[in-house]
């Protein structure tokens, strides 16, 4: 993704972290796909056992071809549609603010900001037998701004994420602080 | 009453046209995001040509497949309640 159109990134602004749904997400979505591009095949030789006739019919052939094209046509689409869901989902943390950039459907786009300095609190979970297994899960982002919560959903190694982020909110909390004007 | 309902099997492209209009009018937008949203990476490039190969190889097969078929032919719809009867109605005559 191209980054600085999407965040109009500062000068001296660094990107620390460009995290996304870790790729074991994606891969689970294409066996599902999968699965489900079986199903066709699974009555195919289902009904080439009890019925062979409906699928020499000359009504009922072309119907059934059309109606299997269709079903593939579809599962593709959902394989496309699933991979932009995934692909356009994103969030970017820099030295100075953090961005969620998530596409919501087809139809739907939510880009929000949140500085630093209003960070609160960080809490990263890791829940389930295949989160364990690929170390990925959740960071949960409090903080006192109008949006009040930030959620890093499903992305890779959550904890240390968590970790340099309370760095990062701690380094720019130093920073403000030598450039407040002294008396404030 | 028997109410037969004719028509030829071209009838039944229609709904199929209907299935690929929508696929192809949102696998449009799709792509229209990816490259609107400035996404355009090799992950991406394969991912859009997988599939646009696999919709060519669909719908290849599908005319491969509807090749000999005589569209002319008619098939008729009878929705018939033949195969259901009621019970019959308990006699109060006999015990």
């Known amino acids: 993704m191209n980054l600085d159109q999407l965040i109009h990134r500062k000068p001296e602004e660094k990107v620390v972290f460009y ?3 870790h790729p074991i ?9 999968a699965a489900l591009g079986l199903v066709p095949v699974a009555g195919y030789f289902l009904v080439s056992a009890i019925w062979p006739a409906l699928l020499t019919g000359a009504v009922a052939r ?7 094209s269709g079903y593939y046509l579809s599962l593709w689409l959902f394989f496309l549609s699933n991979f932009v869901d995934y692909y356009l989902d994103a969030w970017v943390v820099t030295d100075d603010r953090v961005l969620s950039v998530e596409q919501r459907g087809l139809f739907s786009r939510t880009v929000s900001e949140l500085d630093l300095a209003k960070i609160q609190d960080v809490t990263s979970e890791v829940k389930g037998f295949f989160p364990f297994l690929f170390n990925y899960g959740s960071v949960f982002i409090q903080t006192a701004a109008e949006v009040e919560r930030f959620d890093f959903e499903q992305v890779p190694r959550p904890h240390e994420v968590r970790k340099s982020l309370l760095g990062l909110v701690e380094a720019d909390r130093k920073k403000q602080g030598e450039t407040k004007p002294a008396g404030e | 009453m028997n109410m037969t309902v004719n028509f030829t099997i071209a009838a039944l492209l229609i709904p199929y046209a209907l299935v690929v209009i929508f696929v192809g009018v949102f696998a449009f937008f799709n792509i229209h995001h990816l490259v609107h949203y400035g996404a355009t990476t090799r992950l991406s490039y394969a991912v859009t040509m997988t599939f646009l190969i696999g919709v060519t190889c669909i719908l290849f097969l599908t005319w491969q497949q509807l090749g000999g078929v005589n569209w002319s032919q008619a098939m008729s719809l009878t929705p018939s309640l033949s195969g259901f009867s009621l019970p019959d109605a308990p006699n109060p005559s006999q015990p």
């Open chain 1, 19 to 21: 995290l996304r749904r």
């Open chain 1, 25 to 33: 997400i994606l891969v689970s979505q294409v066996l599902l796909i």
């Open chain 1, 62 to 68: 072309p119907a059934l071809v059309l109606l299997a």
